[in-house]
Structure formats: C-alpha cells, structure tokens
C-alpha cells in the first residue's frame, strides 16, 4: 500500500499563486507516476498535471500549462505543485494521486492511490 498527504492550499487572490505538496509512503517502489487532479463543485474529477518517477515524463491540461510547474524529488518520495497566475476557474479540491503504470494518463480510474485533498480557492 502506498499513503499520499498533501499540505498546502488556501485562499488567494486572482493572480497569485500557491504551493501544493504530496509525500508519499509504504511502497513507494511500486509506484510510478504521480500527479494532481482537481474537482470543482458539481463537476467531475479531472487531471492537471502528472510525472513519471522512471522517465521524468510529464503531462499537463491544457489550461494550466504555463502557469502550473510540478517537481519531484525522488530521495524524499514528494512531488510539488507551483500554481501561478492563478484564477477563479482553478479553485476546486486538489487531489495528489500515484499509480504503478508509466503513462502520466488524465483519467482517473487509472490512478491506485489517493491523497485526502486540499481545499484551493481563488478569489476574483
């Protein structure tokens, strides 16, 4: 079994940006790739963003690239989420997730393991 627990979010103003982090523990060896998902009230699931521990692969919509950069540091097990410029239509519950394939996939039914979600809201 794999645990995820995120820190950060929080709220901001239009324009500004945060910081989400996602450690993970327990059998990291058997994961791969781990990314980001976010859902808005009354809205589905959807990815954001995701990296490939073995290749350094990443995936990202379309509509954060730019403006969201994920990191990873392999010795501490953690991947980072730098979210700039950020606006009303990002604020949703951001959910760290990890997988065993390597393919960085947008859909959800892909990933194994779930962090408990961050609240992320940005004010107009």
């Known amino acids: 079994q794999v645990q995820l627990v995120e820190s950060g979010g929080g709220l901001v103003q239009a324009g500004g940006s945060l910081r989400l982090s996602c450690a993970a523990s327990?059998?990291?060896?058997?994961?791969?790739?781990m990314g980001w998902f976010r859902q808005a009230p009354g809205k589905e699931r959807e990815f954001v963003v995701g990296?490939?521990?073995?290749?350094?692969?990443?995936n990202a919509r379309d509509s954060v690239k730019g403006r969201f950069t994920i990191s990873r540091d392999n010795a501490k097990n953690t991947v980072s989420l730098q979210m700039n410029s950020l606006k009303p239509e990002d604020t949703a519950v951001y959910y760290c997730?990890?997988?065993?394939?390597?393919?960085?996939?947008?859909?959800?039914?892909?990933?194994?393991?779930w962090g408990q979600g961050t609240q992320v809201t940005v004010s107009s």
């Open positions: 990296v490939s521990w073995s290749t350094g692969k990443t």
């Open positions: 997730a990890a997988r065993r394939g390597k393919v960085v996939s947008f859909t959800p039914t892909f990933y194994n393991y």
């Open positions: 327990g059998r990291t060896d058997s994961i791969d790739v």
